[in-house]
């Protein structure tokens, strides 16, 4: 697993099209628990080389009911954005990830870990990649439904501050779907 996950770090395949030097972030281990598949680092992670160390992954560890120590054990969770690099910014939050990573890498990571128990789908495009036809016609209505999609997946909006007004429009997401979450995380890392 390290081999690949190296060989990934040194990945330059679209390096003509991002506004930085490529940083491609991913973790994880032959036995990560949980997988959180997102969409890309954003500038922050890019810049420290460390994947949801902002504001963002603040929030997910509240979602999640863990502390940073138990986040970043790779053996817990293993980090699988969409694009691995930074793609850059754009008019409302950063650019889309960044479409070469998932098809070249995903399959041969996925075919790495032996011990899965449960794969996070973080936003928008980690949930149409992976749930296909399963998706329901937005974010909205896939983590209404989230409960349909387990015990292989559990989907989540994006933590990221641009969207606390989805979060302020669907109080019912943090008040009874973010419970259910934190207690299947701690069952699976108990």
């Known amino acids: 697993m390290q081999d690949l996950l190296s060989d990934i770090r040194g990945c330059e395949v679209c390096r003509e099209y991002l506004p930085l030097e490529p940083r491609p972030i991913v973790s994880g281990t032959n036995n990560s628990k949980i997988i959180l598949v997102s969409q890309a680092p954003g500038r922050k992670a890019h810049v420290e080389n460390r994947a949801w160390d902002d504001h963002s ?3 997910l560890r509240e979602w999640l009911g863990v502390n940073e120590e138990v986040f970043y054990n790779p053996d817990n969770f293993a980090v ?6 930074y793609p850059g910014k754009g008019k409302s939050g950063d650019l889309p990830p960044r479409k070469e990573c998932a098809p070249l890498w995903h399959p041969r990571v996925w075919e790495e870990f032996k011990n899965v128990k449960l794969i996070l789908l973080i936003g928008t495009y980690a949930q149409d990649q992976y749930l296909g036809k399963q998706a329901k016609k937005n974010l909205t209505e896939n983590v209404l439904h989230y409960q349909e999609f387990l015990p292989k997946f559990f989907v989540l909006p994006h933590p990221s501050p641009v969207n606390r007004f989805w979060r302020s429009k669907n109080p019912w997401f943090e ?7 934190q207690e299947l995380v701690a069952k699976i890392l108990g």
């Not at 699988?80 to 690099?85: A, D, I, Q, V």
């Not at 008040?175 to 979450?181: F, H, K, T």
């Open 80 to 85: 699988l954005p969409m694009g691995f690099c």
């Open 175 to 181: 008040e009874d779907v973010v419970g259910e979450l």
């Open 57 to 59: 992954g603040k929030k």
